[in-house]
């Protein structure tokens, strides 16, 4: 009966994903038709900076406010990424278009005055969506290839000198020329949103008379046609100056269909010396890739064919390099536990930039998806907790341990517990600071849920499963009492050793880092995924051959204490990597603040030491794989 029923759940679990499959969609996925005169509304984001690193909420500045301010809803990694949507008093209709459309009449006073001015000089860009498309402003390069690239945002003010005054004056953008291109269905009358681009200026309104609702404005007139343009007299920012708030509304139809128009976003300054240097990275790692894949093959062949033809009593006693230590290589290292844990993360990790970057090439994690990469990235970390639970946990009873729970605990709160804790006091700092980057009370509850309701519960079944299997056998016997190591040539110094082998892992993956570092810090997009995979499959190979070769000379030097040396050696890959981001921070931002540079430092601290745990892993299984494989293939007595 057992059967019968089981086909009838799986059936029925089926039919319900396909009918939900039908009624859900990726946000920003689902075209939106709009007809002549529909409303369009302007929703606002966060304020940001790439000097301070801080972002802000739109209404964090005294703008126009509409009647009432609706919060949209955020995923995860929205509020991670300190995204505050909000509505926005910009609302205007489909292929209407404005001219001089007053939002707002706003007289500053001196705390008002000192907010502006605070923003414009750390140089704050206003964020804006519509359609879930950002706004972007045309900035003019006559050594790009169209001739323009696409800013995100526009910037709050700019600083300046009247002509003929050496004093510095701050400036407001306070009249916005939006252009809506939209693409539109010849069949029916609809029109789909393509771009959404702004041109700002600052411009000293004028009128006659007193102000009341009705009144019209002599510098720019949708009576009398009369544009603004950048000749007009700047709004200045100052305590008591009046400022009024205009924007334009123009409608360019574009030949851009609807699927295309991230293009001109991702687009944005992609030149091809960047594809050049990438390919250029990946061949020279794939070249020497294949020379230390060549090296090995030859000499351990010639090695295994000798030592297995020795045949005289006299030959078998003078054996010299690796096999000498057969009965020392398999003896368990000086605080195995720590390594059982730090493996169970690692392999942790590996499940989940693998699956994230899966999901991401296939086009799930797209930009017009905001914050779907790293809410992805939390949601897998959580289920991979099953595999660490279960590598620590065997590799453990390999090394003859018995206190599973022991291990399965420290898997579960050693790696997120020092990440954890860093980012609290980073998010201390941001709330000082009143920055809407800092997570909510209820953000972070929900976090610690995630890591205590559902990773430590599936670290502790992906251990019991690891547990319960039969422990992982070595190919030769260990001796009883260990062998002495003989002195090292200075080569072979195991920090010498350690800090060669990061080299090239590192060496394969700087130039996307430069990438992946811009888009973090200089808020771009980052949609290279595809060649992100691509770089990350040659991450793994060179880290698995640099510490097979390593570990080969240091076993060859008959020195067996290859356990923990093999994960050093490709880990060491992150202190480069955290020696990359301090230059990067000197040579490429702007950052003024000091909590500005401790939580570029705080995160980039996290960041190494996850890369430190992932390459350790993939260095110690290719280490453990070529041990294993060379001891057994060769005939010991």
């Given at each position: 009966?057992?059967?019968?029923?089981?086909?009838?759940?799986?059936?029925?679990?089926?039919?319900?994903?396909v009918?939900?499959?039908?009624?859900?969609?990726?946000?920003?996925?689902?075209?939106?038709?709009?007809?002549?005169?529909?409303?369009?509304?302007?929703?606002?984001?966060?304020?940001?900076?790439?000097?301070?690193?801080?972002?802000?909420?739109?209404?964090?500045?005294?703008?126009?406010?509409?009647?009432r301010?609706?919060?949209?809803?955020?995923n995860?990694?929205?509020?991670?990424?300190?995204?505050?949507?909000?509505?926005?008093?910009y609302?205007?209709?489909?292929?209407?278009?404005?001219?001089?459309?007053?939002?707002c009449?706003?007289?500053?006073?001196?705390?008002?005055?000192?907010e502006?001015?605070?923003?414009?000089?750390?140089?704050?860009?206003?964020?804006?969506?519509?359609?879930?498309?950002?706004?972007?402003?045309?900035?003019?390069?006559?050594?790009?290839?169209?001739?323009?690239?696409?800013?995100?945002?526009?910037?709050?003010?700019?600083?300046?000198?009247?002509?003929?005054?050496?004093?510095?004056?701050?400036?407001?953008?306070?009249?916005?020329?939006?252009?809506?291109?939209?693409?539109?269905?010849?069949?029916?009358?609809?029109?789909?949103?393509?771009?959404?681009?702004?041109?700002?200026?600052?411009?000293?309104?004028?009128?006659?008379?007193?102000?009341?609702?009705?009144?019209?404005?002599?510098?720019?007139?949708?009576h009398?046609?009369?544009?603004?343009?950048?000749?007009?007299?700047?709004?200045?920012?100052?305590?008591?100056?009046?400022?009024?708030?205009?924007?334009?509304?123009?409608?360019?139809?574009?030949?851009?269909?609807?699927?295309?128009?991230?293009?001109?976003?991702?687009?944005?300054?992609?030149?091809?010396?960047?594809?050049?240097?990438?390919?250029?990275?990946?061949?020279?790692?794939?070249?020497?890739?294949?020379?230390?894949?060549?090296?090995?093959l030859?000499?351990?062949?010639?090695?295994?064919s000798?030592?297995?033809?020795?045949?005289?009593?006299?030959?078998?006693?003078?054996?010299?390099?690796?096999?000498?230590?057969?009965?020392?290589?398999?003896?368990?290292?000086?605080?195995?536990?720590?390594?059982?844990?730090?493996?169970?993360?690692?392999?942790?990790?590996?499940?989940?930039?693998l699956?994230?970057?899966?999901?991401?090439?296939?086009?799930?994690?797209?930009?017009?998806?905001?914050?779907?990469?790293?809410?992805?990235?939390?949601?897998v970390?959580?289920?991979?907790?099953?595999?660490?639970?279960?590598?620590?946990?065997?590799l453990?009873?390999?090394?003859?341990?018995?206190?599973?729970?022991?291990?399965?605990?420290?898997?579960?709160?050693?790696?997120?517990?020092?990440?954890?804790?860093?980012?609290?006091?980073?998010?201390?700092?941001?709330?000082?600071?009143?920055?809407?980057?800092?997570?909510?009370?209820?953000?972070?509850?929900?976090?610690?849920?995630?890591?205590?309701?559902?990773?430590?519960?599936?670290?502790?079944?992906?251990?019991?499963?690891?547990?319960?299997?039969?422990?992982?056998?070595?190919?030769?016997?260990?001796?009883?009492?260990?062998?002495?190591?003989?002195?090292?040539?200075?080569?072979?110094?195991?920090i010498?050793?350690?800090?060669?082998?990061?080299?090239?892992?590192?060496?394969?993956i700087?130039?996307?880092?430069?990438?992946?570092?811009?888009?973090?810090?200089?808020?771009?997009?980052?949609?290279?995924?595809?060649?992100?995979?691509?770089?990350?499959?040659?991450?793994?190979?060179?880290?698995?051959?640099?510490?097979?070769?390593?570990?080969?000379?240091?076993?060859?030097?008959?020195?067996?204490?290859?356990?923990?040396?093999?994960?050093?050696?490709?880990?060491?890959?992150?202190?480069?990597?955290?020696?990359?981001?301090a230059?990067?921070?000197?040579?490429?931002?702007?950052?003024?603040?000091?909590?500005?540079?401790?939580?570029?430092?705080?995160?980039?601290?996290?960041?190494?030491?996850a890369?430190?745990?992932?390459?350790?892993?993939?260095?110690?299984?290719?280490?453990?794989?070529?041990?294993?494989?060379?001891?057994?293939?060769?005939?010991?007595?």
């Amino acid at each position: 009966m057992a059967g019968p029923k089981r086909v009838v759940l799986i059936i029925s679990v089926f039919v319900l994903l396909v009918h939900y499959s039908h009624c859900f969609y990726l946000p920003g996925v689902a075209p939106q038709d709009f007809q002549k005169g529909d409303e369009l509304k302007v929703k606002v984001n966060k304020l940001t900076s790439t000097k301070t690193q801080l972002p802000y909420s739109y209404y964090s500045l005294p703008y126009c406010k509409p009647d009432r301010i609706v919060d949209s809803a955020e995923n995860l990694g929205e509020v991670l990424r300190g995204d505050r949507i909000e509505n926005s008093p910009y609302v205007f209709k489909m292929r209407e278009p404005l001219m001089c459309n007053v939002v707002c009449r706003l007289t500053l006073n001196k705390k008002t005055a000192d907010e502006f001015k605070e923003k414009i000089n750390d140089e704050y860009w206003v964020n804006m969506i519509l359609d879930n498309l950002p706004l972007v402003a045309p900035i003019r390069r006559p050594d790009q290839e169209n001739g323009i690239v696409y800013q995100q945002g526009f910037l709050v003010g700019v600083r300046g000198q009247y002509a003929g005054s050496k004093e510095e004056k701050h400036f407001i953008h306070n009249h916005l020329a939006f252009t809506v291109k939209y693409h539109k269905d010849p069949q029916a009358e609809t029109s789909r949103i393509v771009g959404f681009e702004v041109k700002p200026f600052s411009v000293k309104h004028e009128y006659e008379g007193d102000w009341s609702e009705k009144t019209r404005l002599t510098t720019c007139d949708p009576h009398a046609k009369r544009a603004v343009t950048n000749s007009e007299s700047p709004q200045e920012v100052d305590d008591k100056k009046e400022i009024i708030f205009t924007y334009d509304v123009e409608f360019q139809e574009s030949d851009v269909k609807w699927a295309s128009r991230w293009d001109t976003y991702l687009l944005m300054a992609d030149d091809q010396i960047h594809w050049f240097s990438i390919v250029n990275s990946l061949m020279i790692v794939v070249f020497l890739s294949g020379m230390v894949a060549m090296i090995m093959l030859r000499t351990l062949y010639r090695d295994i064919s000798k030592y297995n033809q020795l045949e005289t009593q006299e030959e078998a006693q003078e054996e010299t390099g690796w096999k000498l230590v057969h009965g020392d290589v398999f003896r368990p290292p000086a605080n195995s536990d720590l390594l059982c844990v730090y493996v169970g993360t690692g392999v942790q990790f590996f499940g989940m930039f693998l699956v994230t970057m899966i999901f991401a090439v296939l086009g799930f994690l797209s930009p017009s998806n905001r914050g779907g990469l790293m809410t992805a990235m939390l949601l897998v970390w959580i289920f991979m907790g099953l595999l660490a639970g279960y590598a620590s946990a065997r590799l453990y009873k390999m090394f003859k341990g018995t206190e599973w729970k022991k291990i399965t605990l420290k898997t579960a709160f050693m790696f997120p517990g020092i990440c954890f804790a860093i980012f609290f006091v980073l998010n201390a700092l941001i709330w000082g600071e009143k920055s809407s980057g800092a997570v909510p009370f209820g953000t972070m509850f929900a976090l610690v849920f995630l890591w205590f309701g559902i990773s430590v519960p599936l670290v502790f079944v992906g251990s019991y499963i690891g547990f319960r299997k039969p422990a992982i056998e070595d190919p030769v016997k260990t001796n009883k009492i260990p062998r002495q190591i003989p002195e090292q040539p200075w080569y072979m110094n195991p920090i010498f050793s350690i800090l060669i082998g990061g080299i090239l892992p590192f060496g394969a993956i700087f130039i996307e880092l430069f990438f992946i570092l811009t888009s973090i810090w200089l808020h771009q997009f980052y949609y290279l995924f595809g060649f992100l995979l691509l770089v990350f499959l040659i991450l793994i190979v060179t880290c698995a051959e640099i510490t097979i070769v390593l570990c080969y000379f240091q076993l060859c030097s008959e020195d067996y204490l290859w356990w923990w040396r093999s994960y050093l050696t490709s880990g060491s890959s992150a202190l480069y990597l955290f020696l990359y981001a301090a230059f990067y921070f000197f040579t490429k931002l702007e950052i003024s603040k000091p909590v500005s540079g401790i939580l570029y430092f705080g995160y980039m601290l996290i960041a190494s030491y996850a890369f430190f745990v992932l390459t350790g892993t993939i260095g110690f299984y290719a280490c453990f794989w070529f041990t294993r494989l060379i001891y057994s293939s060769v005939k010991i007595d």
